[in-house]
């Protein structure tokens, strides 16, 4: 086993400064993301950043889908690309292994962001609920959905998720074991995180073409990153996950 370099009081802090900097950027985003798809009117009265129906240009139909198509492509390949075990053996070459995540989470942010200042409205309306029970249970939805996403990233430890718990290993010199995370919000769901982004990108009271065409892409992108998530953490601990998941 290679031993771990000794921790300069500066690199302590560097380590610490560089993972919160980036949870406070993702905490940014997920605001961010959540207004760009509820465009709240109260909000929207002062909000300048883009939305789902609003800024960009939609004079172009299919130039406008294909851009949106790009960005969501943008997400998928940063996102399970930087996931995979290959690459994070590869990039810890270059950067100290307690920092992977913390790099992860940056590069997350970069990207997200991207897809939301570059997003391009297509207008045309596939649904529209005026008002009514339907509307409300809607957005009841819509609400739920982003709360069973926090519980799920909550449930697997928020900390080890954003990279706090891998940088502070490293800064006090103690490698960070993961751990099979099947406690609380995982009993009933396997995938919480996942569910909870499909009912908040679905679960509008107006849909769009081009807002669906933001919910398809990233369910085809969730699809095939569950089976490449199943794979590496049934490679990673083998049985015990085999046990926790039961038939696939």
Not at 18 to 33: D, E, Q, R, T
Not at 96 to 101: A, H, K, T, V, Y
Not at 204 to 226: D, E, K, N, Q
Request: hydrophobic share 55%.
């Amino acid at each position: 086993m290679v031993p771990l370099p000794s921790i300069t009081h500066d690199r302590r802090t560097f380590a610490l400064a560089y993972a919160w900097a980036g949870v406070a950027i993702m905490w940014a985003f997920w605001v961010s993301f959540v207004i760009f798809l509820a465009e709240p009117s109260q909000i929207l009265r002062w909000w300048s950043l883009p939305t789902v129906d609003r800024s960009g240009s939609a004079e172009q139909r299919i130039l406008a889908a294909f851009i949106d198509l790009a960005l969501v492509g943008l997400f998928g390949i940063q996102h399970s690309v930087m996931a995979r075990p290959w690459f994070k053996q590869h990039v810890t070459c270059w950067i100290p292994s307690g920092l992977e995540r913390s790099t992860y989470v940056h590069m997350a942010n970069v990207v997200l962001f991207v897809l939301i200042l570059f997003w391009q409205p297509i207008l045309l309306e596939v649904w529209n609920v005026d008002g009514g029970p339907a509307r409300d249970a809607l957005r009841l939805l819509f609400a739920a959905g982003w709360v069973i996403l926090f519980l799920g990233a909550w449930s697997f430890g928020m900390r080890d998720l954003l990279g706090i718990e891998q940088a502070r290993a490293w800064s006090e010199g103690r490698r960070h074991a993961p751990r099979l995370k099947t406690g609380f919000i995982y009993r009933w769901l396997r995938h919480p995180m996942y569910v909870g982004l499909l009912l908040g990108v679905w679960a509008t009271p107006r849909m769009s073409l081009g807002h669906l065409l933001l919910a398809a892409a990233l369910t085809a992108y969730v699809l095939i990153a569950m089976r490449y998530e199943e794979h590496d953490l049934l490679r990673r601990f083998g049985s015990r996950y085999a046990r926790w998941r039961g038939p696939a």
